[in-house]
């Protein structure tokens, strides 16, 4: 046992870090000191971690040294910002200390330009849930949020509105065989040209999750997911999508990019920690350089599961319609959570994170929801560049899931939706409508970034149940 081999556990207990000096250390142990004790072989590598500087030109400790060195300096957190860039916040009086001390934190980033924070923000992870970030060559994968294009759309049909009032159970019908929420799934997806992107057998991770992809397409997740009928009322005739003003049967969903762009975010996420060494309070804000190889990997993995998150709202639309028999007059589609890149006032290319936002630049169509009872607004950009065109996403959380579950009652949230005249299907205490901040609040905090032209008014709505969030699978033709 006097002379046996120095293991990496051995190297580790003496708090050697993980990498190449143990590697080094190994190496020199055994030739350099082979056939010496163990304790001796201990004694000498313990000097050199407590003082690898004296040791850097040693004969034949130096590379343990060098390489003990290198270590130190690469895990070392980078340093922040002295003072924080100066950003735009619509509604402070409405966001959560939490919300603005983590953007407090994001505006202290090495590679920030700017940023805004939107009048629905609630505190997240890393950036807040309402929070732009542009940066320079850089992208933050907790900037861009877990739910990776994450979107609305809504398409709108030449049906009469009296149709929801009239028709409620076959409504209900149409969203109970067509629509799938949370771990259920349908027996036989539908296809989809996404499916056939090169990445899915050029990048390891993306790889791995082609069979997930393809089973769960088609599909909604849980959470604040939905697809609901209601009547959307266009408020103009001067509008981007021609129709006349008016009122419509019309089809709003709300989802993302389920477990593709869930497990693309926590890789990337991982991988951005180990790679970005930052303070603990900004830990969560670790980037990914974009002229290197994992940075180009990511936005290459984002831009495909933004691609699947649209691909599967446009089949659950498909769906819909062919159970209607009807074909829309009209899509609005727009997503959060994700990463554009852009150009700010000087012509300058940044990287746009709107994590809970939603693209806001001059003429560019989008819709924001309010609570499943209360109305969402169609809206057109106003390309304002202090909120680096950007708006709100939705009406925000006003309080936790945990606390909604602790402060609520069934009996109060069930009134609440019936005196609404919703008829819901799914959903839980958790996003009960009272959990949601006040949207025309919201709105009137942004009414300089958007206009106005058209409302949705949910009626039948529905969301993820407990057995959908638990795994139970139900299955269609």
């Not at 804000?285 to 998150?309: I, K, P, R, T, V």
């Not at 209607?324 to 852009?342: C, Q, S, Y």
Request: charged residues 25%.
């Amino acid at each position: 046992m006097a002379s046996r081999k120095l293991t990496g556990k051995d190297l580790k207990k003496l708090g050697f870090p993980e990498g190449r000096a143990i590697g080094e250390a190994m190496r020199v142990m055994e030739t350099a000191y082979k056939g010496k004790s163990i304790l001796h072989k201990k004694s000498m590598l313990k000097k050199v971690l407590t003082t690898p500087a004296l040791y850097a030109k040693h004969e034949t400790l130096g590379p343990v040294a060098t390489a003990l060195m290198i270590s130190e300096i690469s895990n070392k957190p980078l340093e922040m910002r002295q003072k924080r860039i100066p950003y735009a916040i619509y509604g402070g009086e409405g966001i959560e200390p939490g919300a603005i001390n983590q953007m407090e934190i994001a505006m202290k980033l090495p590679v920030t330009k700017s940023g805004a924070l939107m009048p629905d923000a609630h505190q997240g992870y890393g950036l807040p849930i309402g929070g732009v970030l542009a940066t320079e060559n850089a992208v933050i994968p907790y900037g861009v949020g877990v739910d990776i294009g994450c979107r609305m759309c809504m398409t709108l049909y030449d049906i009469p509105p009296a149709y929801v009032h009239q028709s409620t159970g076959a409504l209900e019908k149409m969203l109970m065989d067509n629509t799938r929420f949370g771990q259920s799934s349908f027996k036989r997806p539908m296809d989809h040209e996404v499916l056939e992107n090169g990445l899915f057998d050029e990048i390891n991770i993306i790889k791995s999750l082609k069979d997930r992809a393809w089973s769960q397409i088609g599909s909604s997740g849980g959470g604040n997911h939905f697809v609901e009928f209601g009547i959307g009322e266009i408020l103009t005739d001067d509008n981007e999508m021609g129709l006349p003003k008016g009122k419509y049967l019309s089809v709003l969903s709300h989802s993302g990019s389920r477990g593709l762009g869930a497990n693309i975010a926590r890789h990337y996420t991982k991988l951005a920690m180990d790679m970005t060494k930052l303070p603990s309070e900004a830990k969560h804000l670790a980037w990914l350089d974009l002229n290197s190889e994992a940075g180009q990997e990511y936005w290459l993995a984002m831009n495909l599961a933004g691609e699947y998150a649209s691909a599967c709202h446009h089949q659950i639309h498909e769906r819909l319609a062919k159970a209607l028999g009807e074909r829309p007059l009209a899509m609005v589609e727009n997503h959060h959570n994700f990463a554009w890149k852009e150009h700010d006032s000087d012509g300058k290319e940044i990287i746009v994170h709107r994590k809970g936002a939603t693209p806001a630049g001059e003429g560019v169509m989008g819709i924001i929801p309010g609570s499943m009872t209360s109305p969402g607004f169609i809206v057109r950009g106003r390309g304002v560049q202090e909120s680096i065109n950007s708006a709100a996403h939705g009406a925000g959380r006003l309080m936790s899931r945990t606390k909604a579950k602790q402060s609520l009652s069934k009996k109060d949230v069930k009134k609440h939706i019936k005196e609404a005249g919703i008829t819901l299907i799914g959903s839980g205490l958790d996003e009960a409508p009272q959990v949601y901040k006040d949207i025309h609040q919201v709105m009137d905090r942004q009414k300089d970034l958007v206009d106005v032209i058209g409302t949705f008014q949910p009626k039948v709505v529905r969301m993820c149940g407990a057995n959908e969030a638990k795994g139970g699978r139900q299955e269609v033709d």
